[in-house]
């Protein structure tokens, strides 16, 4: 599968069969490793002049946001697979690939009626978007809500002793906890051990000798316990901030450590089941948008063509995918069958001496309309 492609219409002065064929044999003929399409537009509602002359400036932007949207919804759908680790399923249109739907291009006269202005056509595709873009918005805010609960929890089991939650660390018969008597946690920096050791007993009164007993240690820090009489806690807390020692707070309570293990089996359950819904989602509405950008680049071509060439509309578009070497190649082919007279149709001055015509999304100027269209 190409991930970008030309999308072309080329001026038909007699047949557009005739046109065709004759680009078949050119691209066979000198450039042989160029898929070539038929891009099938039907005959819109052309409308006046100054109509299509007003839709030509809206267009280029427009094309950009939903072509933007597009890309958006597949950058969420490869981040949640790589997250969920799922094998990547190929985007499709209505079960068909997104390059063979390009390809095969047919407008769906249902939703888009070939007699209704084309500006009202070009609203409701943008509105069709914009909408999938704010339900993308608030579903992808509600998922990463999710997450970052999560990751908060996470942290907080995994990060280092000064901020984890402990309660996995102490069990109940380290706690002391009596009429006159109570247990601390002591967080002590690694290369601090012996001063604590040595120090705790006589950073304030009524401290039980030998009664630190270390419960667990990480990369950074050391946990101690230490107990001595309630009324002197506080003074306990501040001697012990002086030395660089952190006193942590915790009440041991297997009822809310069971709370915390079933709210973290909601979380991750929640994830889950959000992560697959919102992954459904992507894959419909990236089908949706994508044959939204198809119809809208047919009506691109449409109006392009009509400013480039006249009326009545008698153009042949067509779909190219032509390697990166092959570009000039196939540039050159084009160019050879148009009728060069027709390119200067509807530019102003400043066009003709050497600016682009219209909506050409190309940098460089060419005598017939053509724009990129980048799947990735």
Same mark, same amino acid.
């Given at each position: 599968m190409a991930s970008r492609y030309w999308v072309v219409s080329l001026p038909v002065q007699n047949s557009a069969t005739s046109l065709w064929n004759r680009l078949q044999e050119q691209i066979s003929k000198h450039s042989f490793d160029t898929p070539l399409y038929r891009f099938n537009v039907p005959n819109l509602r052309v409308g006046t002049l100054d109509s299509l002359l007003s839709l030509s400036d809206d267009l280029q932007k427009s094309n950009s946001f939903v072509e933007g949207v597009s890309h958006k919804i597949r950058r969420q759908i490869e981040e949640l697979e790589r997250v969920s680790g799922v094998e990547s399923n190929a985007l499709s249109v209505d079960g068909v690939p997104v390059d063979s739907y390009l390809t095969r291009f047919a407008w769906d006269e249902a939703k888009y009626p070939t007699m209704s202005p084309l500006r009202e056509t070009v609203d409701s595709?943008?509105?069709?978007?914009?909408?999938?873009? &704010?339900?993308?918005?608030? @579903?992808?805010?509600?998922? *990463?809500?999710? @997450? /970052?609960?999560?990751?908060?929890?996470? %942290?907080?089991?995994?990060?280092s002793l000064a901020v984890r939650d402990l309660s996995n660390l102490v069990?109940?018969?380290? !706690?002391?906890?009596?009429?006159?008597? +109570?247990?601390?946690?002591?967080? +002590?920096?690694?290369?601090?051990?012996? &001063?604590?050791?040595?120090?705790?007993?006589?950073?304030?009164?009524?401290?039980?000798?030998?009664?630190?007993?270390?419960?667990?240690?990480? *990369?950074?820090?050391?946990?101690?316990?230490?107990?001595?009489?309630? @009324?002197?806690?506080?003074?306990?807390?501040? #001697?012990?901030?002086?030395?660089g020692f952190q006193i942590r707070d915790f009440e041991h309570s297997p009822e809310a450590q069971e709370? @915390?293990?079933?709210?973290?089996?909601?979380? !991750?359950?929640?994830?889950?089941?959000?992560?697959?819904?919102?992954?459904?989602? $992507?894959?419909?509405?990236?089908?949706?948008?994508?044959? #939204?950008?198809?119809?809208? $680049?047919?009506?691109?071509?449409?109006?392009?063509?009509?400013? %480039?060439?006249?009326?009545?509309?008698?153009?042949?578009a067509c779909v190219l995918a032509p390697s990166v070497k092959s570009e000039k190649k196939v540039r050159t082919i084009l160019e050879g069958l148009c009728d060069t007279a027709n390119s200067t149709y509807w530019k102003t001055e400043d066009e003709v001496g050497g600016g682009v015509a219209g909506l050409a999304g190309?940098?460089?100027?060419?005598?017939?309309? /053509?724009?990129? !269209?980048?799947?990735?």
């Open positions: 595709i943008h509105s069709q978007v914009s909408k999938i873009e &704010d339900d993308l918005k608030v @579903r992808v805010a509600e998922y *990463n809500n999710v @997450r /970052s609960q999560l990751n908060a929890i996470n %942290r907080k089991q995994s990060g069990k109940s018969e380290d !706690i002391i906890t009596s009429e006159h008597l +109570v247990t601390l946690l002591a967080v +002590v920096p690694k290369y601090s051990q012996k &001063d604590w050791l040595a120090s705790y007993e006589t950073l304030t009164s009524y401290v039980v000798p030998r009664s630190s007993k270390k419960l667990f240690e990480d *990369n950074e820090y050391a946990l101690y316990t230490v107990t001595l009489f309630g @009324r002197v806690a506080d003074n306990f807390r501040t #001697a012990a901030r002086e030395k709370s @915390r293990k079933q709210e973290l089996e909601k979380l !991750i359950e929640d994830q889950g089941s959000m992560r697959s819904s919102l992954l459904q989602w $992507c894959y419909n509405s990236y089908g949706e948008v994508f044959s #939204a950008w198809m119809h809208f $680049c047919a009506v691109r071509v449409f109006t392009e063509s009509i400013l %480039r060439y006249g009326l009545p509309p008698s153009f042949l190309d940098a460089d100027s060419h005598p017939y309309v /053509s724009f990129t !269209i980048n799947l990735v």
